[in-house]
């Protein structure tokens, strides 16, 4: 079992920046790939970025260029580092776990097995 937990949301006018952070329970986090996505109110749950073990990460066109994932293997802990904030990125961010990982990168939100329960990010215009 794994055990997710997000902190960091809150309210930011447009243009400027959060840090999402996601601790995770599990004996074997450097292993894991870790993701985050996020869902507005009454649309998709959708893939915002992810990272491998080793910290090669992959990013959604909405946030590329804006935001870093980053993780520490060490603490069992991925981050997300946003910057440049815009109303649209508005929604509830998750974190979740894909336990079994093949070295290749991972958007469905079916790809992954635990999902943490979220924390709200609202960008004031």
């Known amino acids: 079992q794994v055990q997710l937990v997000e902190s960091g949301g809150g309210l930011v006018q447009a243009g400027g920046s959060l840090r999402l952070s996601c601790a995770a329970s599990g004996r074997t986090f450097s292993s894991y790939y870790m993701g985050w996505f996020r869902q507005a109110p009454g649309k998709e749950r959708e893939f915002v970025t992810g990272?491998?073990?080793?910290?090669?990460?992959d990013y959604a066109d909405s946030v590329k260029g804006r935001s870093t994932i980053s993780r520490d293997n060490a603490k069992s802990t991925v981050s997300l580092q946003m910057n440049s904030l815009k109303p649209e990125d508005t929604a509830d961010y998750y974190c979740?776990?894909?336990?079994?990982?093949?070295?290749?990168?991972?958007?469905?939100?079916?790809?992954?097995?635990?999902w943490g329960q979220g924390t709200q990010v609202t960008v004031s215009s």
């Open positions: 990272i491998t073990w080793s910290g090669r990460p």
């Open positions: 979740a776990a894909r336990t079994r990982a093949y070295g290749v990168e991972y958007r469905s939100p079916h790809d992954y097995d635990y």
